[in-house]
Nanobody, 122 residues
Framework: QVQLVESGGGLVQAGDSLRLSCVAS????????MGWFRQTPGNGREFVGR????????SYSGSLKGRCIISRDNTKKTVYLHMESLEPEDTAVYYC???????????????WGQGTQVTVSS
């Protein structure tokens, strides 16, 4: 069974930067498209972005586009979400997800982490 474990969340001030990590185990990480999502009670689940298997291609969406960078280290089986200029509206539970071509390109992912809480104070 694939396991994804996010970390790096916490309470930060508006304008701060934060890097989230997601460590994968039990799967073929290098063959997987990795995605990041976030969820709030009001807005539901929102797609943040994804990164290709090799890490050479990324795609972003939503209000974090232009303020975040997704990267990965296949040796460490880890995917990262670096966020900058955080605002209170970025407060959410952030999830990483693992998927495979071609479904993951349609934002259909197969495995999910537990999530990590990010709270941005004004």
């Amino acid at each position: 069974q694939v396991q994804l474990v996010e970390s790096g969340g916490g309470l930060v001030q508006a304008g701060d930067s934060l890097r989230l990590s997601c460590v994968a185990s039990g799967g073929t990480f290098s063959n997987a498209i990795m995605g990041w999502f976030r969820q709030t009670p009001g807005n539901g689940r929102e797609f943040v972005g994804r990164i290709s298997e090799s890490g050479t291609s990324t795609s972003y969406s939503g209000s974090l586009k232009g303020r975040c960078i997704i990267s990965r280290d296949n040796t460490k089986k880890t995917v990262y979400l670096h966020m900058e200029s955080l605002e209170p509206e970025d407060t959410a539970v952030y999830y990483c997800a693992m998927g495979f071509y071609p479904r993951a390109q349609l934002k259909e992912f197969d495995y999910w982490g537990q999530g990590t809480q990010v709270t941005v104070s004004s």
